[in-house]
């Protein structure tokens, strides 16, 4: 619908979602009621939030692209800091009110955005980040030249290794970062108090908002394959150092050493990652079908993380403990990070692609020649 419509209507229409399902929780009255509103809270976010911001970010940058994305995740990060006021409005006025006051408020601050929100620089004379013609970094830190920019159908995205590679492997870090709301138990019961349980687990998302940023610096200047491979590697360094808290393993009583590891780790590695897999799938793809290819690859990473806490809870039972089921989750990052270091290069992505429209081209004149 982002490609077909634009994203001005797309958001509106979720804009106008998300409020009503706020609103209707408020007043909700039965289980049903609940199923209901958050079902379409669901379709009113995935319509009005997410996607649409990222889709049209990665229309109007190409050369600074990875810094893009990453002022865009860094304050969908730093929104978490109304938390604590969000929790004194409940404390205060209940939380229907708090409900119903969100609901509004979506709409106060949403449908202005709305309206703001553009497709693509070129619908109106322009080209992606102000430049007079199409450039792109070297990937080396060097000057920018100019670039024939990639431009493939979803159809035929679909068709590449290089999407589902890319896909699975961002799916992964999503499944592991799904399973932070069990951090806090985790930490409780590996003996660690209750104060700098809290902390540690709170810290983490420091630790994801200082990821998103230092992206913005170095995004556009390295290879983002590696750099998302680095991003991964030092994820699974966090969830395996949870595993390890006053924990003996290979004759190591490994005591609190292993806390920072994680608080950094978890936190760094994965939102490092958040804006280098958006710019990877504009980089490798183009923009022609972005806001398809964006949605196709967030809901095979919507499924894995649903699978994630699903996961740690089931071992939690079986197990009466949550370091099987990270220590199983760190071996799980093993899977991401050889997926994103073979990545074929942009360049022979491209490539193929030409020679199978090539192919399709002979078929079809083959055919209407015989």
Avoid: C
């Avoid at 289980?31 to 970010?57: E, K, P, Q, R």
């Amino acid at each position: 619908m982002l490609d077909r419509f634009g994203p001005k209507r797309v958001m509106i229409f979720g804009i106008v979602l998300t409020g009503f399902g706020f609103i209707l929780m408020s007043q909700m009255q039965s289980l049903w009621h609940f199923y209901a509103s958050v079902l379409l809270l669901a379709l009113g976010m995935s319509f009005g939030t997410f996607i649409v911001f990222v889709a049209t970010v990665g229309n109007w940058f190409v050369r600074r692209r990875a810094r893009a994305f990453s002022t865009l995740m860094t304050f969908s990060a730093v929104g978490a800091v109304v938390l604590p006021l969000l929790v004194w409005i409940i404390d205060t006025y209940g939380w229907r009110p708090a409900l119903f006051g969100i609901g509004v408020g979506f709409w106060i601050l949403g449908f202005p955005v709305a309206l703001m929100m553009r497709r693509r620089p070129e619908d109106y004379g322009q080209l992606p980040d102000g430049d007079a013609e199409l450039r792109v970094a070297d990937g080396n830190g060097g000057s920018h030249r100019p670039v024939r920019e990639i431009s493939i159908g979803v159809r035929e995205v679909l068709r590449l290794r290089a999407f589902w590679q890319i896909s699975i492997a961002v799916s992964v870090g999503q499944l592991v970062s799904s399973t932070n709301l069990f951090h806090l138990p985790a930490l409780v019961e590996y003996e660690i108090g209750a104060w700098l349980a809290a902390t540690a687990a709170g810290a983490v998302a420091i630790g994801d908002i200082l990821g998103r940023v230092s992206i913005g610096f170095i995004g556009d200047r390295f290879d983002k394959k590696m750099l998302l491979t680095l991003s991964f590697l030092v994820q699974m360094l966090g969830v395996g150092a949870l595993a390890l808290i006053n924990h003996e393993f290979l004759g190591i009583e490994w005591g609190l050493i292993p806390l920072p590891i994680f608080v950094l780790g978890f936190g760094l590695g994965f939102g490092a990652s958040i804006p280098l897999r958006l710019a990877i799938l504009a980089d490798y793809f183009g923009r022609r079908s972005y806001g398809s290819v964006v949605g196709i690859a967030s809901s095979v990473s919507a499924i894995f993380g649903t699978v994630g806490p699903l996961f740690v809870g089931l071992m939690y039972d079986f197990t009466d403990s949550y370091r099987p089921a990270y220590a199983i989750m760190a071996l799980m990052m093993l899977i991401a990070i050889p997926m994103t270091m073979t990545l074929e290069s942009q360049t022979r992505v491209a490539a193929k692609v030409r020679q199978a429209a090539r192919s399709r081209v002979r078929r079809m004149a083959i055919r209407r020649g015989g």
